[in-house]
């Protein structure tokens, strides 16, 4: 399996709601990333975990809650969020230093 | 922390030719990739190269460490290899890859 796994593909919610991105990859990958695009930009980094702790956040903010409850799994938890906050959102994961980098389809966020 | 620039900023070309992408990065690297995004979104990762040459299929990949630089070839390019081409770099250690701002390569029929 050489795939990272992402779901939802879309998500719309509103600027109440709570909801929680899924990410899933099993070619024992160690470190693994949540990226965030906005339209005609590079991903830019928010959260990377390595060996299942939380090795750097990029001053996200903190309605954005990132989670990794095992080797495998990520997640990324959302409340109050912004109508600014759409964009696409991209998991990725990679062997220990960097190596390999394989990243999700992606979930296309829209906030109203 | 490092900076990556890539040139052009847009190209467009007709089927069948060839194009190079160019990539200058900052200071020294130990990790040098570049990703082709489609029209969908997907990121696709083409090369992980620090240094050297590689091949794969139509497309090859140059860095040269020393000078700081990375190149992008394809070759006899098609409709499909529409797109945005990222290069992305990290010192030894690094987790943060440091994204380009990209490519956006257009093949017309």
């Known amino acids: 399996d050489t795939e990272v796994t992402q779901t939802p593909k879309h998500l719309v919610m509103g600027m109440t709601n709570k909801k929680s991105l899924k990410c899933e990859q099993h070619m024992g990958h160690r470190a693994m990333y949540w990226y965030k695009q906005k339209a005609k930009k590079p991903p830019e980094l928010m959260f990377v975990y390595s060996y299942e702790k939380l090795s750097i956040n990029e001053s996200v903010p903190s309605r954005f809650s990132p989670e990794c409850p095992n080797s495998s799994l990520l997640n990324l938890h959302l409340h109050a969020l912004q109508p600014e906050d759409s964009a696409l959102y991209l998991c990725a994961s990679s062997q220990a230093a960097g190596v390999g980098y394989t990243f999700g389809s992606g979930t296309r966020l829209t906030v109203v | 922390g490092i900076q990556v620039e890539q040139s052009p900023p847009d190209l467009i070309l007709q089927e069948g030719a060839n194009s190079t992408l160019r990539c200058n990065f900052s200071d020294s690297v130990n990790n040098l990739q570049w990703f082709h995004q489609n029209p969908w979104g997907q990121l696709i990762n083409l090369f992980y190269?620090?240094?050297g040459t590689k091949q794969n299929g139509r497309l090859s990949a140059t860095t040269v460490a020393t000078e700081r630089y990375s190149l992008l070839y394809i070759s006899s390019s098609q409709t499909t290899d529409s797109g945005v081409y990222f290069c992305?770099?990290?010192?030894?250690?690094?987790?943060?890859?440091?994204f380009g701002q990209g490519t956006r390569l257009t093949i017309n029929p």
């Open positions: 190269i620090p240094s």
């Open positions: 992305a770099a990290a010192r030894w250690g690094a987790q943060k890859l440091v």
